[in-house]
């Protein structure tokens, strides 16, 4: 596709649930990131791909959350048992760049809502 | 650990006017600082990154300087538009790690 696909760009979830946000980047693309954006905030790095390899997952904020790019293209965030302060924007970006200094491109991201 | 702050943190103009967003960040050692927008309910959009070497970088209407040394960058808009109102952010790519380090941003409002 033209840009990063992220779905579905809404969820509500009811405390308890598993969710599963995807994201396909840029056809290439080598790096991956997800950051999570909390209303009026800034994003927060959570992890980061090269190609299939997860090479940082320090921000994910507890061992309810788990990411994957198998095939090293489209990736899948999960969270597990969702609680009410993981409602927040996800937001997935590729970069062709391997040495991740190249321009991050971001889809809209998947807005979490858990009531 | 790398902090960024941006001010203001909301910016009312009418248009036409030249106006400037200001950026400051804590660990001088940054690979480069990129300036993102981002419309309601949408993702970010990147307007300029400046390398840790350069000054400046320019696109169209917009200017953004790096001062490394004194931890600022400023994003200079020029003949503002109704079309330039959203939120603008400032992200700082720290020179040990490949994280992009956001402010919080300004939220622009141009008035026709």
């Known amino acids: 596709g033209a840009g990063v696909s992220q779905s579905p760009r809404y969820k509500v979830a009811k405390r308890g649930q598993d969710v599963a946000l995807r994201c396909d980047p840029i056809s290439g693309h080598v790096s991956l990131f997800w950051y999570q954006q909390a209303l009026g905030q800034g994003p927060e790095f959570l992890t980061y791909f090269q190609n299939e390899a997860q090479l940082d997952k320090s921000g994910l904020p507890s061992d309810r959350f788990f990411a994957e790019r198998p095939e090293g293209s489209v990736s899948t965030l999960k969270i597990q048992r969702t609680q009410q302060e993981d409602s927040a924007v996800y937001l997935c970006?590729?970069?062709?760049?391997?040495?991740?200094?190249?321009?991050?491109?971001f889809g809209e991201g998947s807005r979490l809502t858990v009531l | 650990k790398q902090e960024v702050t941006q001010i203001p943190a909301a910016l009312s103009v009418p248009e036409g006017e030249n106006l400037v967003l200001n950026c400051s960040f804590t660990d001088s050692a940054i690979y480069n600082l990129q300036w993102f927008r981002q419309d309601p309910g949408k993702g970010l959009t990147s307007l300029l990154l400046?390398?840790?070497?350069?000054r400046e970088q320019t696109s169209g209407r917009l200017n953004a300087s790096l001062d490394k040394s004194s931890g600022r960058s400023t994003l200079y808009i020029a003949a503002s538009q109704p079309g330039d109102s959203a939120t603008y952010l400032c992200a700082a790519l720290g020179g040990s790690n490949y994280k992009l380090t956001f402010g919080k941003g300004t939220l622009l409002t141009v008035n026709p």
């Open positions: 400046i390398q840790s070497s350069q």
């Open positions: 970006a590729s970069s062709l760049s391997s040495t991740h200094r190249g321009e991050l491109f």
